[in-house]
């Protein structure tokens, strides 16, 4: 707590010279109001040592741009007038009259994604002579998600009912995923909705969405390759390329999961291989939003945790921003491992679907067109390599993907 009482101070000297050289009417109610302030500061500040301050957004996650509230709670036990100050929302000097308590909202939207917190407010109260400024301590915090693009992602690998044919693909009823009821005809017990039963005297069973033990995973390399030379020059390229693929790795895990697909979304972050498996896009949307790139590390480890994990009807989509010859020794022992791989590059992030087509005069790596020459090669092996220009959309890509 930080009180500024200078003036009070500069005051009171004045007015006890003023009375050593002359006691009269006027001395005697300055120093009647020098001592009325000096009692008004000593209440003030015990009045701020009582005050509790809380702090909450009123969602936890919220979308990039998206109008969000900070609601804010003051507890005074008296009225008293304060200056409230929030800098991680740019909030300066708003003034309320605090009538023992008071719930405040304030507006705020962010532009970047991530988790952002409110940690500290000031409250500050003003008298002629004094101003005392108490910083609270607060602990709201906020997902702010990333924005997705908008994708139909049919790449994974679905299972056909083809009559006669078998498959190493299984169809299992998925007991999350309820379409409807039918009457009980000998099936499990387990599967009888026990509450319509009851309610049409009639002995009714849930009825499951098929779906293939097939999930899809994700490999998103967001750090710099380290066969990239002159890195510094590429450190805006990665900020471009990094939130692209951000908006639209989101894009697809939103579509898959209205799908219902189990999906394995692993990221090469500063931080290291950060993974999550859930149908939820939600749950993935978290990791997006806090995910950032480095280019003093490269975590090829992502690959072996994905081979312990994927199964020969699972589909693998690795995104890049850069890779080579030396990649593909890797992506070859996962082959071995999954029916389908699409290998997507991106060296310069990708063109929003609200853009219109430009003009660019961004040549591809050549590593990345050395690659390109062996993508017939990569494709006989079910490895469909698609490498995108500055000016390609992220659906654009995917539909040239066999």
Known sequence: ??????????????????????????????LAIVIVEWVNLRKSITLFKKIKVRAKFEHQRALIDEIVELILEIKTGKNVKLTISIPELAINQVEAVIKREKMLTFHHSYYTRGKKKVDKIFLRMDSLFFKIIKKFEVDAEIFVLPNFEMVRFNKEKLLELIPNLLSHLKLLEDPTYIIGVKEYNNDPVRKIHWKLSAKFDNLLVKKYEYTSQGKLFIALFLNLHPEIFSRKAWIPILKKYTEDIISGVAGIIKDVSEKN????????TKDGVKSVFSKNWIVHFDLLAQAYASVETYNYDIYEEIENEI????????????????????ILRLREKSSKIIVLILPYGFRSYQTKKFKTYLNIPPDIVELQRKALVLRENNIFVEVYSENTAFQEGLELVD
Do not use: C
């Open 311 to 330: 199964q020969y009807n699972d589909t693998l989509l690795i995104i890049s921003m850069y890779l080579t010859e030396k990649d593909i020794p890797y």
């Open 261 to 268: 697909i189990s999906t394995k979304l692993l990221i090469d």
């Open 1 to 30: 707590m930080e009180v500024q009482n200078i003036q009070l101070i500069f005051f009171t000297t004045l007015v006890i010279f003023l009375n050593f050289l002359n006691i009269n009417g006027i001395s005697l109610f300055l």
